[in-house]
């Protein structure tokens, strides 16, 4: 790990538990995909169905009891859906929901994979366990590059985990959305969450630059913006949290910002309404991100274990740890911008 820019006071740091719960770290990812269902099978599962009808049975009852007739991976996809609609299913106080995230992932491995062809780098720099921050570039409205740190992190790092992404209150307010990203690992950013997730020994995506990093020109495109008073650096060093600095390369370009309507903007209550090449031109269909070629780094975790708590009191250090970090994702993002060429190509 690489050192922080002062010695460390001789404060007590920070206890760090070891993880609480399995919930931390990923099942193995096994393949998804049901594939196509041959006619015999699929014959015989209408059968058991009808003949569970009209033995009385209710519809999910029905089905349960015909799904003997499925391939096992057909199987497994059927029972989950039966559990959730008889409301058996695990939420954590957070709303996250392991099976539920593990259902929708075959989607986000296709725009991982096909979609933005995401290549993830420096996963080992990532702890295996316990609490950490990572702090990343941002841009857009919504939170497709925090899925795709997930989907990175899923796949690349040497012990899988879910991270918990914050994400900003108005994404909150959208039919469906507001539902949806807690279910996979979305919270309301604020310190206040990101410290009890910390303090649980969660992993923390957090994205300093805010709505000003989201709302950027496509003129300004990975020009980071500034990251506030350092509130994440205050977060890190109260619970002894590593920092690992994070580059997003390709989320600039899916939704290419050339305008704005204030107008619009406080009519559905949002930070900014983009205006993009395609939205609100196209309507719905513009809401569909471009296809960039993405890349995503995770660079060398900053330990700030022997500082303690008490220096997150310091405004001098909590500002030059802020400005490391932030110099430490630009230089990576010119790199990978370097390394990546062509935007779509």
Not at 85 to 110: A, I, K, M, N, Q
Not at 123 to 146: C, T
Request: proline share 10%; hydrophobic share 40%.
């Amino acid at each position: 790990m690489s050192t922080p820019p002062r010695a460390p006071t001789d404060a007590p740091r920070a206890s760090t538990a070891p993880p609480r719960r399995a919930t931390h770290h990923a099942r193995a990812r096994v393949d998804r995909g049901p594939g196509f269902l041959p006619i015999g099978p699929a014959l015989s599962f209408v059968r058991h169905v009808r003949e569970g009808m009209e033995a009385g049975r209710d519809p999910l009852s029905a089905l349960a009891g015909a799904a003997g007739a499925l391939p096992s991976d057909l199987q497994t996809v059927l029972d989950r859906a039966i559990a959730r609609f008889r409301g058996e299913y695990h939420e954590d106080e957070w709303g996250f929901d392991e099976e539920f995230t593990e259902t929708v992932l075959p989607f986000f491995d296709l725009l991982y994979d096909r979609w933005w062809r995401v290549e993830t780098t420096g996963a080992r720099n990532v702890p295996s366990h316990g609490r950490a921050l990572l702090v990343a570039n941002h841009a857009g409205i919504l939170p497709w590059d925090a899925t795709m740190m997930s989907v990175g992190l899923l796949r690349e790092a040497p012990l899988p985990r879910y991270p918990r992404f914050l994400v900003l209150n108005w994404a909150f307010t959208l039919p469906y959305i507001s539902a949806f990203l807690p279910k996979v690992g979305g919270v309301v950013a604020s310190p206040y969450n990101a410290m009890r997730l910390l303090e649980q020994d969660e992993l923390v995506a957090v994205f300093p630059e805010g709505v000003k990093g989201a709302g950027k020109d496509f003129k300004d495109r990975y020009r980071l913006q500034r990251f506030g008073r350092g509130g994440f650096v205050e977060m890190a060093l109260h619970t002894g949290s590593p920092i690992v600095p994070v580059a997003i390369v390709g989320s600039e370009e899916i939704y290419p910002k050339i305008g704005s309507s204030d107008t619009l903007a406080r009519a559905m209550g949002a930070p900014y309404f983009p205006i993009t090449p395609t939205f609100p031109l196209l309507g719905p269909l513009g809401m569909v991100p471009l296809p960039s070629k993405w890349r995503i780094e995770y660079c060398e975790p900053i330990d700030l274990s022997g500082y303690g708590p008490d220096a997150a009191e310091d405004r001098t250090l909590v500002f030059e740890l802020s400005e490391r970090v932030r110099d430490t994702i630009q230089a990576k993002v010119y790199e990978n911008l370097v390394a990546r060429g062509s935007a779509f190509i």
